[in-house]
């Protein structure tokens, strides 16, 4: 048998970015179907029986100046602000002129809750949800929902784009899906993206007065953000298998019944945990989970549901869900994983309830260092705008 090692030697150039879709060399021609579709004009489309505080519906009135005006738009709100109602007016004049929307968001996790609120406000419009995970064909609809990642396959597809979590990974410094977010608005359409924490660029373009933006400083049931309590561990936090004072605290919520979310930098770190809770604490009832957990959405589900007391998660849960009236606790809030913005966004899961406005968060950290205190100040700062 013959090699031709000429051939095996060749270099052949391959995009890395978009590995995980396969492989594709200089060589290969990409064919993109056309994006044009006659879709019905809506009118009255809304159901949803809700209302928009002030600050709100100013920003949803805002968000309609930049649809007619095709210019691209960011909400900055805290966590909790209610950013996916604001939308609601949006949608409802996207689909009376018949035009097309996608609502995305880096997370599967963030798709999936969106979707029976959006569905619930809208139940005659059709609308897909489109992700990575998902078994369902592909089929055209009026609104879509997907994951980020979903944008490479469209072509100047959608007259309105909204990101959300613009901030989050994998979307965050990701040249090839941002260009995709570019490549699936149409020229005349415009992009809204919403954020928490927005990234630095973002910020930029409304100081040049490229993009126009809302801010929100206030959460929809009108309460402060919670502000974390912070808490000196002095000890590891697998000190004798789980630190004295983290299992004083869990012994506490335990007996009052409390559910609870436990914040981990690292899956080896949260799953040691876990075992050593299952060994200390035997009556309670938790999940753990994990961006390399496939049963995630299933253990997310059974904690919302009630079916378990406490989850144990990494940073996959620190933006993107609602749970309601829980505590929040970070564990060695000091590591590398835990950014500012993290931290800021994991103390929004608490709180999110009108009845339950005053959950607790809790950081325990051997080292007070800037993340924690830049984190705790902005949440301090924000809630201060509010009393202004």
């Given at each position: 048998?013959?090699?031709?090692?000429e051939?095996?030697?060749a270099k052949?150039?391959y995009?890395r970015?978009?590995?995980?879709?396969?492989?594709?060399t200089?060589?290969?021609?990409?064919?993109?179907?056309p994006?044009?579709?006659?879709?019905?004009?809506?009118?009255?489309?809304?159901?949803?029986?809700?209302?928009?505080?002030?600050?709100?519906q100013?920003?949803?009135?805002e968000?309609?100046?930049?649809?007619?005006?095709h210019t691209?738009h960011?909400v900055?709100?805290?966590?909790?602000?209610?950013k996916?109602?604001m939308?609601?007016?949006?949608?409802?004049?996207?689909?009376?002129?018949g035009?097309?929307?996608?609502?995305?968001?880096?997370?599967?996790?963030?798709?999936?809750?969106?979707?029976?609120?959006?569905q619930?406000?809208?139940?005659?419009?059709?609308?897909?949800?489109f992700?990575?995970?998902?078994?369902?064909?592909?089929?055209?609809?009026?609104?879509?929902?997907?994951?980020?990642?979903?944008?490479?396959?469209?072509?100047?597809?959608?007259?309105?784009?909204v990101?959300?979590?613009?901030?989050?990974?994998?979307?965050a410094g990701?040249e090839?899906?941002?260009?995709?977010?570019?490549?699936a608005?149409?020229?005349?359409?415009?992009?809204?993206?919403?954020?928490?924490t927005?990234?630095?660029?973002?910020?930029?373009q409304?100081?040049t007065?490229?993009?126009?933006?809302?801010?929100?400083?206030?959460?929809?049931?009108?309460?402060?953000?919670?502000?974390p309590?912070?808490?000196?561990?002095?000890?590891?936090?697998?000190?004798?298998k789980?630190n004295i004072?983290?299992?004083?605290?869990?012994?506490?919520?335990?007996?009052?019944g409390?559910?609870?979310?436990?914040?981990?930098?690292r899956?080896?770190?949260?799953?040691?945990f876990?075992?050593?809770?299952?060994?200390?604490?035997?009556?309670?009832k938790?999940v753990d989970?994990?961006?390399?957990?496939?049963a995630?959405?299933?253990?997310?589900?059974?904690?919302?549901?009630?079916?378990a007391?406490?989850?144990?998660t990494?940073?996959?849960?620190?933006?993107?869900?609602?749970?309601?009236?829980?505590?929040?606790i970070?564990?060695?809030?000091?590591a590398?994983?835990?950014?500012k913005?993290?931290?800021?966004?994991?103390?929004?899961?608490?709180g999110?309830?009108q009845?339950?406005?005053d959950?607790?968060?809790?950081?325990?950290?051997?080292?007070?260092?800037?993340?924690?205190?830049?984190a705790?100040?902005?949440?301090?700062?924000?809630n201060?705008?509010?009393?202004?």
């Amino acid at each position: 048998m013959t090699i031709d090692t000429e051939n095996i030697k060749a270099k052949i150039d391959y995009c890395r970015s978009c590995i995980n879709f396969g492989k594709i060399t200089k060589g290969d021609r990409l064919i993109i179907s056309p994006s044009e579709a006659v879709l019905p004009c809506l009118t009255d489309a809304m159901q949803w029986n809700g209302r928009l505080t002030t600050m709100q519906q100013k920003a949803a009135e805002e968000l309609i100046v930049a649809f007619d005006n095709h210019t691209d738009h960011l909400v900055w709100a805290v966590t909790g602000a209610g950013k996916t109602e604001m939308i609601f007016p949006l949608i409802e004049k996207v689909v009376a002129q018949g035009k097309r929307i996608a609502i995305c968001s880096p997370r599967i996790d963030v798709c999936i809750e969106l979707y029976p609120r959006i569905q619930a406000a809208f139940p005659e419009v059709s609308i897909g949800l489109f992700h990575g995970r998902s078994e369902a064909q592909y089929s055209l609809t009026q609104i879509v929902l997907a994951t980020v990642h979903q944008l490479v396959k469209f072509e100047q597809a959608f007259d309105v784009l909204v990101i959300d979590e613009v901030d989050s990974y994998p979307l965050a410094g990701n040249e090839m899906l941002n260009a995709a977010i570019q490549k699936a608005q149409k020229n005349s359409g415009n992009t809204v993206y919403l954020s928490a924490t927005p990234p630095k660029y973002l910020v930029k373009q409304v100081e040049t007065k490229n993009i126009t933006i809302s801010k929100l400083y206030q959460r929809f049931h009108t309460h402060p953000l919670p502000e974390p309590e912070c808490h000196m561990l002095f000890r590891p936090s697998d000190h004798k298998k789980i630190n004295i004072r983290l299992k004083w605290k869990i012994n506490q919520l335990l007996k009052n019944g409390e559910r609870f979310m436990l914040f981990f930098p690292r899956i080896p770190q949260m799953l040691q945990f876990s075992s050593n809770l299952r060994l200390l604490f035997p009556n309670l009832k938790f999940v753990d989970v994990s961006s390399k957990d496939d049963a995630r959405l299933d253990k997310v589900d059974q904690f919302r549901n009630g079916d378990a007391q406490a989850i144990l998660t990494t940073t996959i849960l620190e933006r993107g869900v609602t749970f309601k009236h829980i505590i929040v606790i970070v564990i060695d809030a000091d590591a590398a994983e835990f950014s500012k913005t993290a931290l800021i966004q994991i103390a929004g899961r608490a709180g999110r309830d009108q009845e339950y406005f005053d959950d607790e968060v809790h950081f325990y950290y051997q080292s007070y260092n800037r993340q924690i205190k830049q984190a705790c100040s902005e949440i301090h700062y924000l809630n201060r705008q509010v009393k202004r």
